[in-house]
């Protein structure tokens, strides 16, 4: 095996970190996380994630986690309504979607972030993560890498594994590609106990999700397994919005003014989201990677993730797409069908580029028809389309 007597190191504990360790210490690697959290009770932000049955879910299969997963995911959490800007119902599958139907290409089951990172964490060997290890740089060392870290530590790895996300402080030191504005901003709120602080629009969504379309403009929301709810306004806008927009995120009542506004031709229900939540807002930004980016091979480093290819949201494959990195990297670093590292990564790292660029170009052209003059419509055939080939 290749990676035999070789230490490795990935960079980033999120879901696509934890699947390659798992994946790599069920090969009796010797594997190491290093992750920036200070501990694994550090607070895990963002929506829920939807497993898609060929990438994260086949992930999972490989990492004999399936029976963990179906014990933490959310059954019910997939349900979808799409709706106006007056809250006016197009389409809903909560009647005829089943709460459960693995193995069915159509059926992705939710899961919340923070399950499922406590999920890997448990499948991982002691002390497999390093906690507070937010990395600052490395230099060449031999055949590998020296790593140094924010709290004065260092480290040596033989093979490093970027899994440090969108902004990662690894993909310098193998290229300097950088990802690129897609035109979209996202304003994320989110709304603590909302049965009790944010009722009405808690008893719309019935623990599903709600995908709201008007005047170029979305309004995305979704249910957490905590009880909170969490929302995304997205729209178009410039790259530097969020500091050009005089807006104070922290401040409630400029964020709902600002609201009132932008979002002026929306029914009034849809305040109650900007009324209760918590402050401060998130501006988000959507970015992606270039769809011709490439790199030359190296024999000791490459990235998974949103590091090799950060997407939109719009098609939910970011998180899908880690943990598929995770499974390929793993097989070519082990089945031995290579002659060499460099010749095993190159392997992941071509199959990697090749359904990355479909993925982002899927994302972004979805993200064009969800903020488009006819978003609800062109939703709305995709949906139902979906739903019919899904009873075929």
């Known amino acids: 095996m290749l990676i035999k007597n070789k230490s490795i190191a990935i960079i980033g504990g999120g879901p696509g970190g934890l699947t390659l360790a798992r994946l790599l210490q069920l090969k009796n690697a010797d594997v190491r996380v290093y992750e920036r959290d200070f501990d694994k009770n550090a607070r895990v932000q963002g929506s829920p994630l939807d497993m898609h049955e060929d990438s994260g879910m086949a992930a999972l299969r490989g990492a004999d986690l399936l029976e963990e997963f179906k014990e933490n995911y959310r059954p019910g959490a997939d349900k979808t309504l ?10 809903s ?9 693995f193995g069915n290409a159509h059926f992705r089951p939710e899961i919340d972030r923070g399950p499922l990172r406590n999920m890997l964490l448990k499948s991982l060997q002691p002390e497999t993560v390093v906690w507070d290890s937010h990395f600052i740089s490395m230099e060449r060392q031999g055949e590998g890498w020296i790593l140094h870290f924010k709290n004065g530590s260092s ?11 969108a902004n990662s402080k690894v993909r310098p030191y193998l290229t300097d590609i950088k990802p690129v504005y897609s035109g979209i901003t996202m304003l994320e709120g989110n709304i603590i106990q909302a049965e009790k602080t944010a009722p009405a629009i808690t008893d719309f969504l019935k623990g599903g999700k709600i995908m709201a379309f008007g005047n170029h403009q979305n309004l995305l929301l979704g249910q957490k397994g905590n009880g909170n709810l ?23 009542t400029q964020i709902l003014d600002w609201y009132k506004k932008e979002y002026s031709e929306w029914d ?9 939540a918590e402050s401060p807002f998130i501006p988000r930004p959507i970015y992606y990677m270039p769809l011709d980016e490439g790199w030359k091979t190296r024999p000791n480093l490459t990235l998974i993730g949103d590091a090799a290819h950060v997407m939109p949201p719009f098609a939910g494959e970011g998180a899908n797409m880690a943990m598929l990195d995770a499974l390929e990297l793993s097989k070519c670093l082990t089945n031995d069908s290579s002659h060499s590292m460099e010749e095993a990564i190159a392997l992941y790292e071509n199959q990697m580029r090749k359904r990355a660029g479909e993925a982002i170009q899927e994302s972004l052209d979805n993200g064009e028809r969800m ?4 978003a609800l419509e062109t939703m709305l055939a995709f949906f139902n389309g979906h739903q019919g080939n899904k009873n075929d």
Do not use: C
């Open 155 to 165: 480290a040596y790895a033989d093979l490093v594994i970027a899994a440090d996300g």
């Open 371 to 374: 903020h488009s003059e006819k």
């Open 93 to 101: 599958d909560h009647d005829s979607k089943p709460d459960e139907d």
């Open 82 to 91: 799409i709706v106006n800007h007056h809250a006016k119902v197009f389409y």
């Open 230 to 252: 969490g929302f995304y306004a997205s729209f178009r806008a410039d790259e530097n919005w969020a500091s050009t927009s005089g807006l104070d995120f922290s401040d409630q």
């Open 268 to 276: 009034d229900s849809w305040t109650e989201l900007f009324e209760n």
